[in-house]
Nanobody, 125 residues
Framework: QLQLVDSGGGLVQPGGSLRLSCTAS????????ITWFRQAPGKEREGVSC????????YYADSVKGRFTIARDNAKGTAYLQMNYLRPEDTGVYYC??????????????????WGQGTQVTVSS
């Protein structure tokens, strides 16, 4: 059974940076796509970024393009989300999620069978 653990959240000032990690155990990541979702207070959960199993294909929500970078290290069983130039509207709980096979509709949540527990990101001065 694949298990995911999110980490790296915290409190940061606007314009600052954080790097989130999603560490997998129980299964190899080699054939698994990873996506980061987030849920802001009072809002629905939304897709942030996705990376294919070998890292060759990535997707980003328009709101984070140019500021966030997704990456993965399959040898370490870990995916990352580097978040730069953070804004207050980036505040929320960030979740990593995993799915088998090729990516279609990358931000469709019901396609993901495995989820991390979430890590809180707060952007505030």
């Amino acid at each position: 059974q694949l298990q995911l653990v999110d980490s790296g959240g915290g409190l940061v000032q606007p314009g600052g940076s954080l790097r989130l990690s999603c560490t997998a155990s129980g299964k190899t990541l080699n054939y698994i796509s990873i996506t980061w979702f987030r849920q802001a207070p009072g809002k629905e959960r939304e897709g942030v970024s996705c990376i294919s199993s070998r890292g060759g294909v990535t997707y980003y929500a328009d709101s984070v393009k140019g500021r966030f970078t997704i990456a993965r290290d399959n040898a370490k069983g870990t995916a990352y989300l580097q978040m730069n130039y953070l804004r207050p509207e980036d505040t929320g709980v960030y979740y990593c999620a995993a799915r088998w096979g090729p990516i279609t509709d990358w931000d469709r949540q019901d396609y993901y069978a495995y989820w991390g527990q979430g890590t809180q990101v707060t952007v505030s001065s």
